[in-house]
């Protein structure tokens, strides 16, 4: 697996998780320059694109989580993160990282009401 997701959980609305995505078999150089994105699916829905962070930190939202994800990226821990609040249970899915072929195995977020 080239890029391992973790963090996800079960949290009641209105709470926060912090998701991961370790880039461990690539080098410095190649994560510094690849842009990362997280993407969800929810039970019976088609997978949708979440949040994207570019090589240089430029960042670009769903308008469903804009004001309360921020993706952010850390080049010396190879890790991009997907911060999340205040949850909502429209937010319970499987949470894939990616990027360009790669992908994660994907981490299961389940909000409840």
Request: charged fraction near 20%.
């Amino acid at each position: 697996v080239q890029l391992q997701a973790s963090g996800g959980g079960l949290v009641q609305a209105g709470g926060s998780l912090r998701l991961s995505c370790k880039a461990s078999r690539m080098i410095t150089s190649t994560f510094r320059v690849k842009t990362f994105t997280w993407y969800r699916q929810a039970p019976g829905k088609e997978r949708e694109l979440v949040a994207t962070i570019a090589a240089g930190g430029t960042t670009n939202y769903s308008d469903s989580v804009k004001g309360r994800f921020t993706i952010s990226r850390d080049s010396g821990r190879k890790t991009v993160y997907l911060q999340m609040n205040n949850l909502k249970p429209d937010d319970t899915g499987v949470y894939y990282c990616n990027s360009q072929d790669m992908w994660g195995q994907g981490t299961l977020v389940t909000v409840s009401s």
